[in-house]
């Protein structure tokens, strides 16, 4: 494999004139990754099972491709391994554990999550000490396969708006789970169709109205309630009925399910109640005083399954870049005449596609480690502003993740031509699986507005005095009038200038403050004509381009901690280059700069040509930088992009795959 990977490295074609110092990839592998101890124990878990690797997912059908799911995640539990440990008590292990997943198999990383972040931390995180101990143990070795009942048929994202029903029978003791009608039929519910024993349902829960007469309920809210779903034999309890949601666009290993109650009968134990409690006469009480802060306090606890998504989704670009820069640095074609043909990768145009998806690559994997980090922090401390600030970072970056990363998959899929297209080159599986990613755990829109949402209420805020977390500091520049043009610096073209941190940093931070006042501005001309709802959606586009703007600033500076905490002088030069491609990249795509004359032409010039020189000298050390994710060939499994082949024999695998004897 090294004989390989240096190979790859040392054989940058003519094109490639510029470039960084060489530096050893497994240094830098040490610094990004302080869990890789925990990574090769699970790829070499999978190592010893080449039966759970398939080398052509769409092959399958969805029974076979579950079946599959199933034995990988019963072989992850036989050699020790508790991910719903790890989510209670380790959350950093269980986010990295995912991360590796979900480059054997979105399809199980998906199925992992659903059993033990979604099914198991409900339980966890919605409930009390019954429910731990009555269901932990059971959950963690999946004796007990369960479900996440939240989205229906007719309501995804709009939680509040949820219509199954869960009635207080005050004589029996129990709650009556109700579908009212065919809108309200749980729908794409994981581990439903074949495995799901049980489920947390949300659903409205309705008591009797201890002022009103017979039939005269108070409705709370969405609560959610622990539901069996079938019984040890796997058949379905009275009043369940469940139909399997079939073929999907990808991730066909996981068994989606629909789920319509039919006046189901639980214990009123079987309420999960660590935010409102009932009791036997039906009396309603809650630690937290309004049903809006209940339903906040709900959703927060899931935010842990955002997290994750971030997670599994810089995972799945890591593969793709890393098959995509190899082959591309080992595929020729054409030259000057009566000259060698040149490597794919030493075109500029192949190099502004790549490389910027590298470097996105690396801003994202720090970005994600930072949120993951708050979200440990906020799990330990349970302080109130840091729960709110890790709801808005997950929100945007899973937004901001998944959308990149759907979109850098095609280009990973196209600067791989023909061969890229190819299944047993894996490219198309993970455009497909990931897909979805865009959508669950929160509707992308629907999360940016939430960011969005609460930079405008911490804008709004410092009018009355209140003080800023240090995420939000530089917003008290709005206040001290600190943003006006310098014209010296509107015009300066130095690269030096260009790549210093002070100014892409003020840059991002420019644009979000002026982006988050025009916003402000305009919601206030507004509302008062068209209302609050109306005003917000005429101003969407604006809500959306804010919550971007506001990440991509937020990923820069996680990148640029980075670099200034690397040690290795070459390493650190490496990851200065992406750091700086990623900010310039930013600003060069968004006319705002140029519109408010933030950038002179002249300026916006000498950034684009400063972009095109990093990636000229970020080529020459692509293939290190793919290789210190360490993603093993047996993981990879895409023939064209193996660590282990020269410029020599780079199509070798892929002829044998085809059944060539070579």
Known sequence: MAQGVQQLEMNPCAGAVKSLPRFDAYILETYIDDLRELRTKVFDLFKQHPD????VEEGLSKEEHRAL???SLHALLGAGFNPLDFFHRDQRRYFYLGECLGLVDLSLMIKSGVQYSLWGGSVVNLGTEYHRRKYFDDIAQFRLPGCFAMTE???GSNVAALQTEAVLDV?????????PDEGAIKWWIGNAAEDGKAATVFARLKVPDPNGGAGKFVDHGVHAIVVPLRDNNGSLMPGVEIHDCGYKVGLNGVDNGAIRFTHVRVPRVNLLDRFGTVDKSGRYSSPLTSQARRFAATLGELTGGRVGLCCGSVGVLKGAITIAVRYCAQRQQFGPPDSSEIAVLDYQSTQQRLIPTLATCYALHFAKNFLVDRYCDMKRTKDAKLVEEV?????GLKAYTTRYTANALSVCREACGG????????????RSDHDIFQTFEGDNTVLLQQVSALLLKEYRAQFQGAPLTSTYRFLGQLLMGSLPNNPLVTHETDVRHLRDPAFLTKALEYRTARMLFTLSMRLRKHTPKLGAFHAWNKCLNHVLDLANAYMEGVIYKCFQRAVEGCIDPDCRRALKAMADLYALTCIEGDMLFRNEEYIAPAKAKAIQ??????????????????SAFNIPDHILRAP?????????????EYLLSAGFDV
């Open 52 to 55: 759970l690797l398939p080398t």
């Open 69 to 71: 799911v199933r034995r």
């Open 153 to 155: 048929l007719k309501h």
């Open 171 to 179: 004589l029996t003791d129990e709650w009556v789970v109700h579908t």
């Open 391 to 395: 709801h808005a970072i997950s929100a």
């Open 419 to 430: 061969h890229g297209y190819a299944a047993v080159n894996r490219l198309g599986a993970m």
């Open 609 to 626: 040509r400063l972009i095109v020189s990093l990636c000229s000298d970020l080529r020459g050390v692509a293939v290190p930088l793919v």
């Open 640 to 652: 064209i992009g193996l660590a282990n082949t020269g410029a020599s024999d780079v199509y070798k």
